[in-house]
């Protein structure tokens, strides 16, 4: 398991993991707010805890390639569990699934989706995260919410692979449509 321990608070680690993300060569495609689901259950927590769904594409292929299994696994998540005034990230490590699937020889193929994902969580617990994610241009002003700071936040994405696509893009028009008039 990779653990990096952060000071930064919960509620600031969504828009610091996207700038991380990007920096290190991934992107987060979809965020599960954890302590919300238990309490709609009338559930009580302890601690409150988010988790990001991260995709590196580019890192994803040659597992897939070697052993299709890895699907199991990938898109690799990174929960950040409420740790008293901090926040600690955790992931699976890539190497780890080598060895629950048996497969030791694939641990060189793992260790550069290992070292984006550990890079990207050591880099979101840094003190400057914040200040970073502020120059990357996620800004607060009075126009309005901009891209990055509509929360999106348990709604369907609106692209639904790492290509972009769209659901309207697969949809098409059938036969039955209207031809307007």
Request: one cysteine or more.
């Amino acid at each position: 398991m990779l653990q990096v321990k952060s000071v930064h608070r919960l509620n600031e680690m969504e828009v610091i993991l996207r700038v991380a993300a990007q920096r290190h060569g991934g992107r987060v495609l979809a965020v599960t707010h954890l302590g919300q689901l238990l309490r709609d259950k009338g559930l009580s927590a302890s601690r409150d805890a988010w988790v990001f769904t991260m995709c590196h594409q580019e890192l994803y292929a040659p597992l897939l390639a070697a052993d299709v299994r890895f699907a199991a696994f990938l898109p690799v998540r990174i929960a950040a569990c409420q740790d008293g005034e901090g926040v600690t990230l955790e992931a699976l490590d890539p190497e780890d699934c080598c060895r629950l699937l048996n497969r030791p020889d694939l641990v060189e193929l793992a260790a550069p989706l290992r070292s984006a994902l550990l890079a990207a969580m050591l880099d979101a617990a840094r003190i400057e995260a914040v200040a970073h994610a502020t120059r990357a241009g996620v800004r607060h002003s009075g126009l309005g919410a901009t891209e990055e700071q509509v929360n999106l936040r348990a709604s369907l994405p609106q692209r639904i692979d790492c290509h972009g696509t769209k659901v309207e893009d697969l949809g098409g028009t059938g036969s039955h449509d209207a031809q307007g008039g």
